[in-house]
């Protein structure tokens, strides 16, 4: 049975998801006091169509939510996450969400 297992990696400055201890999956970011700037998803070509980029998303996102963070979802995968899971766009300041092309509110 495979397990994924993701966790942050603050001195990388990303999020890292293990696949039975391989690397499977990252969420860069660059964090600035109570903002969080997501800047890339990336997931190797073997693990697509796991799931995983959107496990990963739901995982920082929730994240954030739990740290009391602000996020700038300058990464595209990212963005249209949030854009596809409305509940997540309160994370997303207000006058932030249309450089982004998220909705003003929902």
């Known amino acids: ?6 966790t942050d990696a603050p001195d990388e400055s990303r999020y890292e ?13 660059q964090l600035d006091g109570d903002v969080i700037m997501f800047t890339h ?3 190797p070509s073997e693990f697509e169509g796991r799931g995983i980029a959107s496990q990963l998303a739901r995982y920082v ?14 990464c595209p995968y990212i963005s249209g996450w949030i854009a ?11 006058a932030s969400r249309s450089r982004y092309k998220l909705p003003s509110d929902a």
Not at 1 to 6: D, G
């Open 1 to 6: 049975m495979t397990e994924l297992a993701i």
């Open 17 to 29: 998801a293990n696949l039975d201890g391989t690397l499977a999956g990252v969420v860069e970011y």
């Open 41 to 43: 998803t990336g997931v």
């Open 84 to 94: 596809r899971h409305l509940d997540y766009l309160d994370l997303v300041p207000a």
């Open 61 to 74: 996102l929730d994240d954030a939510r739990r740290r009391g963070l602000e996020v700038l979802p300058r």
